[in-house]
């Protein structure tokens, strides 16, 4: 059995992010995560098949693995299979999507599952609307398939996981080159011509799944991997000083640095050549590579990327891109005075993120100013500044400048480039 690992999506849900299969957590991209679950559960022939913007790095990463270029992005997941499917000939495939982290036994299910029929579909009961594939059942047979159908109006509880076996693919194959639709459902419209056809099992699965379309889905899929930590690892011995405390499970790559009367409370994952500085303290996050966590700050259930820089910062519950720095002063608000939901705001819409505890999420290449304030569920885009004293209320796109004017968030394009930092970067990655 074939395993095709689809990765083309452009990530455009996951602004002001880059690319979200490429995005470092705990020590691996979200792919090398992907891959060794799909290792653990017995898939030993992946195929990845991906777009120009991801498939260099993904046969960096592995280069033993096939990979496939999609055609036409813009057809979503019928433009990958379409690439990937006639390779397969006749051949049985288990189609799996990037974007849907679940546990490895799933795979095994899967499998025996479709022994015994046409293909199998693995589903997870919810309990609340997720914008995605429910499925209708009868016994164990999958009779239809609604993508999106809009909250009340679902036709079960079961949500369809992109993680399908067919056993013949040139059946899928044929129904997808008939298959026209002016939305990104083209697969999901063939697949739901099939099951009335053939027979389809559903797999009801009951373990770990998270869907990351969003940036703030990595936040409980970080939880989940924090928990998953080998056990407690010091790596070509850092240096740690001795009034400093580390509890719980902690990992600590190669060339770290933990500071007099710094502390790191797991499960925490800490990057290589990265500092703790003095008097910090970072409890249940993943730090990148090349950070510099300065003094007196505190990160808290956050994620960082590569290089990025505080001072006397609070993070909490938050998503930072790669070199980012954060001047003196600067809190992340992550919780509402209410208690409530927080929601965020994408493509003109106000979406639930489902979590009460989400700070901000800022994009690669920002400078983040003195006594800056932000609140809960904010997005600030790549290459912005955003200057001392203001008070972030709102998303800021991309290449902004930011500052306050009269108690009001003001926003211009940013017409300085942080060159010198970008510099700083290449001189610190060239020197190891």
């Not at 809009?150 to 996981?161: D, M, R, T, Y």
């Not at 559903?202 to 990351?212: I, K, L, N, P, S």
């Not at 259930?301 to 609070?314: D, F, K, N």
Request: with cysteine; charged share 20%; glycine share 10%.
């Amino acid at each position: 059995m074939k395993t095709l690992l689809l990765l083309a999506g452009r990530s455009r849900r996951f602004w002001p992010l880059r690319e979200k299969t490429l995005f470092p957590i705990c020590g691996k991209t979200l792919l090398e995560h992907q891959v060794e679950r799909l290792r653990a559960g017995g898939c030993r022939e992946i195929i990845l098949v991906g777009g120009a913007h991801n498939l260099h790095e993904a046969k960096r990463l592995f280069p033993n693995l096939r990979t496939i270029r999609q055609a036409n992005l813009d057809l979503g997941m019928q433009g990958a299979l379409l690439s990937a499917l006639p390779s397969c000939k006749k051949e049985s495939v288990m189609i799996m999507s990037a974007n849907d982290v679940i546990e490895p036994q799933a795979y095994r299910e899967l499998r025996a599952a479709a022994a015994k029929a046409d293909g199998a579909i693995l589903a997870k009961r919810v309990e609340r609307y997720f914008p995605g594939g429910y499925l209708t059942v009868k016994g164990n047979r999958v009779t239809s398939i609604v993508e999106k159908p809009g909250e009340g109006k679902e036709p079960s509880n079961l949500v369809n996981i992109v993680a399908h076996i067919h056993n013949d693919s040139s059946v899928l194959l044929a129904a997808l080159r008939h298959v026209r639709s002016p939305r990104d459902d083209a697969y999901e419209r063939a697949l739901a011509e099939l099951v009335r056809t053939h027979r389809f099992t559903v797999v009801r699965y009951g373990g770990f799944w998270q869907a990351v379309k969003f940036p703030w889905q990595i936040l409980p899929l970080l939880n989940h991997l924090l928990q998953g930590l080998p056990k407690s690892q010091k790596r070509h011995s850092p240096s740690i000083h001795p009034t400093a405390v580390l509890e719980g499970n902690v990992v600590l790559s190669s060339g770290v640095k933990i500071l007099p009367h710094a502390s790191v409370i797991g499960p925490s994952f800490i990057g290589r050549d990265t500092v703790i500085g003095t008097g910090a303290l970072v409890r249940q996050s993943s730090i990148g590579n090349l950070c510099v966590i300065g003094y007196n700050t505190e990160v808290k259930a956050s994620i960082l990327s590569h290089h990025v820089w505080t001072h006397s910062t609070y993070i909490g519950d938050s998503v930072i891109g790669e070199n980012v720095a954060f001047g003196a002063g600067v809190v992340t608000g992550n919780f509402r005075l209410d208690e409530g939901e927080i929601s965020s705001q994408w493509g003109g819409r106000t979406i639930p993120t489902g979590l009460q505890k989400f700070g901000a999420v800022i994009g690669e290449g920002s400078r983040i100013g003195i006594q800056v304030g932000t609140n809960p569920g904010v997005k600030i885009g790549k290459g912005s500044f955003v200057c001392g004293g203001a008070f972030v209320t709102e998303d800021v796109p991309d290449h902004s400048f930011v500052c306050s004017k009269y108690g009001a968030q003001c926003v211009r394009e940013n017409r300085v480039q942080a060159l010198q930092a970008n510099k700083r970067v290449k001189f610190r990655r060239a020197a190891l």
